[in-house]
């Protein structure tokens, strides 16, 4: 049997039970905790170096091939099944090639990034958009609009601020954050659909695709197997999000567990999927303390300051950029506005852990869409305790 392992955690120790953090805490350079994105796989190895797994001969001859990769922060991995592992090699390196030119576009950490470039250019002028970014954008700024800008792809200026960019977490003062939020809002993004340009009308505006970028990527490595035939793998990307293509030889569904936000030696949450996508976002995953009280980096884009009562969603969806978007604004929102998302959009189960008055303690709320219609070939079956 395949098994995912937790997410946030790495294997035990032979012959224990228990399972270690996979997000391991590191110190960041301004001396506080941070917790960095690494991802949950199925060999503790793969966490530290981005390494090419031997095939292994699966019950019904199948070869199974399993691969790592670093990019977008976080380490990408592959494992897929058929016929030829030397096939297989090939078409997980094309997908790894995919994500690779994908982070050269979006990331906002690089200068030479056509995303850099927008933000640079786009308060000037109308800047033109290669045609698969401009339709992330369009879709992001839907996102926005749907959950009231609870999702919001120009808070880079606030991550900034709060010193999440550069690992150097920071608190800003009252006046600062509010001549922040003068440059934070979706609205200041005007797109062209017909010339397919960009353009901010007002200076300081800053996209950040970190939100929604590696669940995208996840759904183009996905379409890549597929056009190759492979009918049966897991990509996941670091602890944000996952595609559970197909089901292992002799499973039904990927086995997935979710961890608990208050303890790392237990799962929340255990799913099957196929055919589906998993997105996880936590107040766990980065933060900083200071004077006794910890600050996270999802952030509430009205206030300017990082989301409160709210510890960790859980999103499954066909897509995994949908996954990756809507557990970002499901965790700023709240399960009472998600109901109001959940009963106009299909096929959607959300996953909400909120903290009770005791700090060993949290509730969990599971909700689903008001209507649910899979394709044939998609199963999900989750079990939260």
Known sequence: ????????????????????????????????????????????????????????????????????????????????????????????????????????????????????????????????????????????????????????????????SWGFFKGQGRLPSKSELAQVLKKIGYQHVKLDASARTIQFDTTGIEIDLGAIAKGYSVDRAVQILRDNGIKVALISSGTSSLYALGSPPGDHGWQISVRNPLDTSKAACVLRLQDLSLAVSGDYEKFFKLGGKTYAHIMDPHTGMPVENMLSTAVVSLSATDSDALSTSFFVEGPDAARHYLDRHPNLTAVFFLPEASSHEFKQVVLKSSTTKLPADAFISLDCH
């Open 1 to 160: 049997m395949d098994r995912l392992r937790r997410i946030g955690f790495v294997p035990g120790q032979p012959g224990t039970p228990a399972s270690y953090p996979l997000a391991a805490r590191i110190a960041g350079r301004f001396g506080y905790p941070l917790l960095t994105r690494l991802v949950a796989t199925l060999s503790f190895v793969l966490l530290l170096f981005p390494v090419v797994g031997p095939p292994l001969r699966a019950a019904d001859s199948l070869v199974r091939y399993e691969a790592s990769h670093r990019a977008m922060g976080t380490v990408f991995t592959v494992v897929v099944y058929g016929s030829n592992s030397d096939y297989l090699e090939e078409v997980t390196n094309q997908v790894f090639q995919e994500i690779d030119q994908l982070d050269d576009q979006m990331s906002n950490y690089k200068p030479g990034s056509e995303l850099s470039a927008i933000n640079r250019e786009a308060a000037r002028r109308a800047v033109i958009v290669e045609p698969r970014l401009f339709k992330l954008i369009q879709d992001s700024l839907q996102y926005s609009r749907e959950s009231a800008g609870d999702f919001d792809i120009t808070v880079g200026p606030l991550m900034k």
